[in-house]
């Protein structure tokens, strides 16, 4: 590489230093001990796993959150932001994974909001903002109009004016949480050529992805996070891929409940060469009788949005969603459920409960038009047909008149469960069923979906938790980038390989330019 | 390949990929800002056009041209205010009750405390204005409850004090000195004084909005409330600041309607705060926040006046006559809407190519 990273001639403070940082919300701890120690003019990576307390660490630097306890140094002086307009002031700047613009306003004014600059009387100079950002986006290369407003610029574009804001700040630090995630690979390319050389002018970045080979190609050195806890700082130079995972998911499986053997029958769900522009292409898979197929991958690889779409609450461009040999119609749920189909979606709260109402309510919500006689539905009749669901799912509550709203994670979940049980379907789509959900609860949940499967039922089931899947899945297909990168069997799921597909197991082809192959070959990849 | 590849660095750019394209935009987008004040504009000549062939002293005449311009002032100076709350993505329903209570205030002060300068009544009623504006802005920005249901709830609360302390009074013209009144009828060079203070008032909001970094954070804050925490800006300051303006506009327009109309009664303002709302969105101020100027506002009140005003001289029917304002409001509502969709799909299609 011929981009050699600045060299200061004395031994320079760093940037940021950060000892046992911690983050508590509740009784959960987000950010067990965040330590990390960026130099000037070095570009730093952060990876981890999700949940990891990687963005909880960006958020204590960026002022959003105050820390609980533990050192945070900013250019060698002790620093406790109160407000992201405090951490701004002091000299970062953080791209958040969605750029965060005001589309209604210009360019230029969206880089200046808040600190414009002044001419007499306290009027906003708008030649002089006009006249820097122009300046900026020639020193960036970039294209844009500073006058046309935020709204419709693509999030590449998005992004440059992020960065362009932090040039206009001239912080000394700058922050980007995933910011390739939407990238194409020219843009990538763009994006790492802009940070080079803000690193050249001796700022320090930090990187956070899950694409090994652009931490490779663009980072100087790695800090490493598992479960909120510092793992290991190293040169990237002296490292690889493959270390790195194992620092991120050296961890324990087996503490939660496994899977019962079930007798594994048809396919119940068939999914071929769905395509939804922009968000996931050429997925296709099966989920049979008695199966608990995991979709696993990182938040954001379009697990979620593959689900919905089969399911019928999203469009799809192309391909096609079978039931039990018969084709399920697109964009409607009313016919997946037909179909068979039940969906316990991620937020259960705010999709899959109506919080306010009753136990009773909720569980009767999905069957009430069967339930209901001459288009009225009485509550005997809700009580009567929830009362055997809530009573074989164990959902602790005293009264099926409760409303949902006061009761635990789990025990909602439970409810929501026996929701779509009382339309007897033959395949469940579970969406993170047990986040939010305390360790005791989760057991339960997870003893209740190898159950169903002991039954017969077809599960479909998302999750971020590696060793959720890794538990109790029979077939583990993994996302990465909207593209299934691959299907592993019970006995052939480990930490290892299902976090190297959900992060650099397969190239996307349209990174390949990017990747030179001698780095590749350096990396051992 | 790894040659072309490892001196990437200090040439940022090569991927630009998109030349030219700004001009376009900004042609077509300063066309369509432009347009919305102008496209208000002309259908406002239009409606004074017919109404002057219809009837020649609707415009020709001096009580014609004085009410053509003087009418609207009390709407302006409320959509004025209303317009910079709506800005910040809120609204503010007790406008006409604020009003009421200011224009109650100012024949009271002049029954109360005979000989009192004009100016601190004029003083006193922007105050009181400003204090149930800001009351409104402390519910708003630190209550975190909608700014339509808290409005909706003082609204009455103003209105019913209103009602208390006037019981069955009422201000005459008897009760205010007459050069106070004069005020109401005086003009400059056959302009009203009260339409150039409203003019005035809509003037500096204008500039305000424009050139102050406190303005422009309102249109930020409306944009998208959760960047603007993000910025660092003072969200609830600014919202804060937004319905004390409008309340202090809201207590001028009370002063006004007194010197105007020379009567307070019990039923000032009732439905007003509608009418302001109606002309922000009229005059293309989203709803939603985060765009629209302040004469399109104007320019909207004035619209709503005076159609109120030809549509009788038209020969229309008091029904239609609503109608035709509630149109007028769908009309503009559905236009941005469509604009808008253009807009994006103008957005996708450069991206695409």
Avoid at chain 1, 141 to 151: E, F, K, N, S, T
Avoid at chain 2, 301 to 321: C, E, H
Wanted: hydrophobic share 45%; with cysteine; net charge neutral.
């Amino acid at each position: 590489m011929s981009d050699t990273p600045s060299t200061p001639s004395a031994p320079a403070t760093p940037v940021l230093e950060m000892a046992d940082v911690r983050k508590s919300f509740g009784p959960v701890a987000a950010l067990r001990s965040g330590t990390m120690t960026v130099e000037p003019g070095s570009i730093h990576a952060l990876v981890g796993e999700n949940g990891a307390g990687k963005s909880t660490l960006v958020k204590i630097v960026a002022g959003v959150h105050r820390r609980d306890g533990g050192t945070l140094r900013f250019e060698g002086a002790d620093v406790d932001f109160t407000s992201t307009a405090e951490s701004k002031g002091a000299g970062i700047a953080v791209i958040y994974q969605e750029p965060t613009l005001f589309p209604d306003l210009s360019v230029t004014e969206n880089i200046f909001m808040g600190r414009q600059p002044l001419g007499r009387g306290r009027r906003i100079d708008r030649a002089a903002m006009l006249k820097e950002t122009t300046e900026i986006f020639e020193r960036l290369g970039v294209d844009i109009d500073p006058r046309r407003p935020a709204l419709g610029l693509s999030i590449a574009d998005q992004q440059i004016i992020e960065i362009a804001k932090a040039i206009s700040l001239d912080a000394r630090l700058l922050i980007m949480d995933e910011p390739t995630a939407a990238l194409s690979g020219v843009e990538v390319e763009r994006l790492f050529a802009v940070a080079r050389s803000l690193r050249d002018e001796g700022r320090g970045l930090v990187f956070i992805s899950h694409r090994f080979e652009e931490v490779f190609a663009l980072c100087d050195r790695v800090t490493v996070m598992r479960d909120g806890a510092y793992v290991a700082t190293t040169d990237i130079a002296t490292t690889t891929p493959d270390a790195i995972v194992e620092m991120m998911v050296g961890r324990e499986v087996g503490e939660l409940f496994p899977k019962t053997v079930a007798t594994i029958g048809e396919p119940v769900l068939e999914v071929r060469g769905l395509r939804s522009a922009g968000t996931f292409r050429d997925i296709s898979f099966d989920v049979r009788a008695g199966e608990i197929v995991g979709l696993a991958g990182l938040v954001g690889a379009g697990r979620s949005e593959i689900a919905r779409a089969v399911f019928g609450v999203d469009a799809y461009d192309a391909g096609t969603v079978t039931m039990r040999g018969k084709k399920v119609r697109p964009r409607r749920p009313r016919a997946a459920i037909a179909a068979g189909m039940a969906f316990v979606p991620e937020d259960r709260r705010k999709q899959g409960l109506v919080v306010d109402a009753s136990v009773a309510r909720n569980v009767a919500s999905v069957i009430r038009r069967q339930l209901s006689s001459l288009g009225l539905l009485t509550g005997r009749a809700e009580n009567k047909a929830s009362g055997p669901w809530a009573g074989r799912l164990e959902v602790k509550t005293n009264a099926l008149d409760m409303a949902a709203t006061t009761m635990s994670g789990g025990n909602q979940q439970k409810v929501v469960i026996a929701k779509w049980l009382a339309t007897e379907p033959q395949l469940l789509i579970i969406d993170e069923p047990t986040r939010g959900i305390d360790v005791g609860t989760k057991a339960e949940v997870h003893r209740l979906l190898s159950d169903l499967a002991g039954q017969g039922l077809a599960i479909l089931m998302i999750s971020s938790e590696l060793p959720e899947v890794l538990g109790m899945a029979d077939r583990v297909l993994v996302v990465r980038e909207g593209q299934i990168t691959a299907e592993l069997d019970r006995t052939e799921a480990t930490p290892e390989s299902v976090m190297k597909a959900a992060t650099a197991g397969a190239v996307p082809t349209e990174l390949t330019p990017v990747l030179p192959d001698a780095l590749l070959k350096e990396v051992g990849a | 390949m790894s040659a072309t590849l490892t001196k990437s660095a200090p040439t940022p750019g090569a991927g630009g990929g998109t030349p030219g394209r700004g001009a376009a935009v900004r042609g077509a987008l300063g066309g369509a800002l432009r347009s919305r004040e102008i496209a208000v504009a002309v259908v406002l000549l239009v409606v004074v056009a017919v109404a002057t062939v219809r009837n020649d002293s609707f415009l020709l005449s001096a009580d014609g041209w004085r009410d053509l311009l003087l009418t609207p002032s009390i709407l302006l100076l409320l959509a004025a205010g209303q317009m910079m709350v709506i800005v910040t993505r809120s609204v503010d329903l007790s406008v006409g009750s604020t009003m009421a209570l200011t224009a109650y205030l100012t024949g009271r002060l002049f029954i109360d405390v005979p000989g009192i300068p004009i100016i601190v009544v004029v003083l006193a009623g922007v105050a009181l204005g400003a204090v149930l504006g800001l009351v409104n802005g402390v519910l708003v920005a630190y209550g975190q409850v909608p700014a339509l249901v808290i409005t909706l709830g003082t609204m009455y609360v103003y209105r019913g004090i209103m009602l208390t302390w006037a019981g069955s009074d009422r201000i005459n013209a008897g009760d205010m000195p007459s050069g106070f009144l004069a005020l109401g009828t005086k003009q400059v060079l056959t302009i009203p004084l009260l339409t150039i203070v409203a003019v005035a008032v809509v003037a500096v909001v204008g500039y305000y909005l424009h050139t102050a970094r406190s303005g422009r954070e309102l249109y930020a804050i409306g944009s998208d409330p959760d960047a603007a925490k993000l910025y660092g800006l003072k969200v609830p300051t600014r919202v804060l600041t937004a319905f004390v303006l409008c309340g202090a506009l809201a207590g001028l327009a009370g002063v006004v309607h007194a010197a105007r109309y020379g009567t307070v009664s019990s039923g000032v303002g009732n439905g007003i705060e509608l009418q302001a709302v109606g002309a922000a969105v009229i005059g293309g101020v989203a709803i939603f926040g985060g765009s629209g100027t302040v004469w399109g506002a104007a320019i909207g009140a004035v619209l709503l006046v005076t159609i109120n005003r030809a549509l009788p001289i038209l020969g229309i029917p008091d029904f239609w006559q609503r109608a035709v304002v509630g149109a007028l409001i769908l009309g503009a509502v559905v236009l941005d809407r469509v604009l808008a969709l253009r807009q994006s799909r103008k957005y996708d299609e450069e991206r695409e190519g």
